[in-house]
Every structure is written in C-alpha cells, then in structure tokens.
C-alpha cells in the first residue's frame, strides 16, 4: 500500500515522502479500514515539525483524522460489517491507504454524512462542542471572544452561538475574510491588524470584558484576548499558531480572579468513557447532518501528492480544509 511517511523531523514538503509498504491485516476483534478521505490539520503538521505535545517514533505515518470503509474484519467482530463508512480511532498514522483498528474503535457514520464530512467530523468540531458546552458551559445572551475566527474551529463557533444563543466577538488579521464571517453569523469582528482588540471589546462589553475567550494563536493576539476577560472570566489556549508565549499581566489574574487554562482534544479522549464518545459522535454527527457544522472543502490532492497538498494547507488563501484523497 501507499504511505506517507517521514524519518526526521522538519518542514512537511522537505521530509514527506511516498513509500510503498506491507497493509497490515486485522487480527480478532480488528477490522482493516481502506482510509478514503484524510484532512491536513495544523496539528498534523506539527507533529511532522516535532512541535506538537505527543511525538511518534520514527519513521512514522502522519494523520489524526479521517475517514474510509471497512474491507476486512477479524476474527469475533459481529458489530462491524465490510462496506460500512467508518472514522477509525486511535490509528497510528491516516496518511496510508490501510489502517487496523479495534471493531470497537472504527465509528460508523450515518448514511446521510459522506465521507468528505465523516473525514472532518472529528477534530474541529469536536473541539469547538466540547469547549463551549462542556467546559466553559456557555451562557445563552454571554459573548465569546475568540481569534483566528476565520479557522475551521472559529468557523464552527460562530455557528454553534447561532444555534446556542450566544454571541461571538470575532478577532481577524485581514479584512478581507469579515464579509464571509458576517455572512456566517458573526455578531462583531475585529481586525487585529489596525483596530484596538481590547479597547473595542470593552466597548462592546460597557466596560466589562467578557467571560470567555477562546485563544488558539498565543503571542500577541492571544495575550490581548486575556487582557479583555472581565471578572471571572476564563480563556481556553486550545492552539499556538504564533508560536510565541503569552504575556499575563499578573494584575489581572489577582484582581479580577480571571483564569487561563490549556484545553487538548487528546486528553479529552484519554479520559472519556466509550458513552461519552458515543453521545459525543451522535451529537456531532446531528450537527453536520442539519449543516449547522459543515466543514467547507477547498481543495482535494492525491496522496501521492502530498507535498504540494501541505504547502496549499498553509498558503490559507481560501477557509477550508485541504484533503488527501485516494
């Protein structure tokens, strides 16, 4: 089968490479998946630069998430059956053409959902659900403040504040993406670039900041989103695009006993119970079918073509997800 694999660490298009190397086989309890449709996720390519919190050991296929049907099933599996889409969880690596996961791993997706949607299903909007209702618990009527608007993950909080009756303040660096976003739902929007982030949150606020914030650039942006929580106000760093350190006023923790906590998908699946991983994928699942979190597609590359595919995933000239296909 077809892998992409890489044997150091470094930028994506220099150290991917396409190798041809044995499909595994299930074992009892396993099915084998044919992986269809894969996403480039920033955290897939950091991983590839030796930046992200968990690393593989070398050489290793990249590829947290995507989605494929079940060609093969081992021994005991009774709950699984060949044909059927499937996300595969826990897989090693999803930038290949075959993986082998537990039949209890492999989440079969609903008839309604194409494999386009069921490839996408699982890191951003999971992320952006599980942020909003489980930790933050936002309030119906609150804002949420939030940069990088424009990503996949600011794009499905927008929409989940139409559907759950928040509102949203919406930090950008370029103009040119507000119109999409006010299309979208955006309530207010902030170009960071030459508008005052904190000044005009305050003035939306009369004054008061807000109670949430969700930061996943760091640096800057992330530290003027912490500048603008009000008393008892608590910002989620979820990502660190800046690659740069956050700088905290110490004033601000103490006197409006604010907070500012990590938030990681990964230890929310290390932690959770299989029911909680199913009422989430059910609840997600419902949420893409009704369009509330459609992920938009801008483009598709075949597997084979993997470098041109990372450098178009980081170009980020149009919203949406770049997909390794084949």
């Known amino acids: 089968m077809r892998a992409v694999r890489f044997a150091s660490f470094g ?11 044995p499909a595994p086989q299930p074992g009892p309890n396993q099915v084998l998946v044919r992986i269809q449709v894969r996403p480039i996720n920033p955290s897939d390519l950091f991983v590839i630069r030796g930046l992200y919190g968990t690393l593989p050991r070398l050489p290793a296929v990249p590829g947290f998430e995507g989605a494929g049907v079940i060609v093969g099933v081992g021994e005991g599996v009774i709950n699984r059956t060949i044909g059927q889409l499937v996300i595969p969880m826990g897989a090693p690596g999803l930038w290949q053409e075959y993986v082998v ?4 791993r492999a989440i079969p997706v609903p008839g309604e959902i194409g494999d386009r949607q069921a490839a996408t299903a699982l890191v951003n909007p999971a992320t952006a659900w599980l942020m909003l ?9 609150e804002w ?3 940069n990088a608007a424009n990503s996949i993950v600011g794009r499905h909080v927008i929409r989940l504040a139409q559907r759950l009756g928040f509102r949203t303040i919406n930090v950008v660096r370029r103009r040119e993406v507000m119109d999409d976003l006010r299309a979208l739902g955006a309530h207010e929007l902030i170009c960071e670039q030459d508008e005052q982030v904190v000044a005009r949150v305050h003035a939306l606020t009369g004054g008061k900041g807000v109670r949430y914030a969700l930061d996943s650039v760091g640096g800057a942006s992330g530290s003027r989103l912490a500048a603008s929580l009000g008393v008892g106000g608590m910002m989620l760093v979820y990502g660190a695009i800046a690659g740069e350190p956050l700088t905290i006023h110490p004033g601000m923790l103490l006197f409006r006993s604010a907070s500012i906590r990590g938030w990681w998908l ?6 959770a119970t299989p029911e909680q991983v199913q009422t989430l994928f059910a609840t997600l699942f419902g949420l893409i079918a009704d369009g509330t979190l459609t992920t938009p597609i801008a483009a598709e590359y075949d597997l084979s073509d993997v470098r041109e595919a990372v450098i178009a995933a980081e170009r980020k000239t149009h919203a949406g997800k770049v997909l390794l296909v084949g």
Do not use: C, K, M, S
């Open 11 to 21: 930028e994506p298009a220099d150290v991917l490479t396409v190798e041809n190397i």
């Open 133 to 141: 209702t489980e930790t933050l618990r936002v309030e119906p009527g």
């Open 144 to 146: 949420v403040l939030q």
């Open 101 to 104: 996961v537990p039949a209890d």
């Open 266 to 271: 990964t230890h929310w699946f290390q932690n």
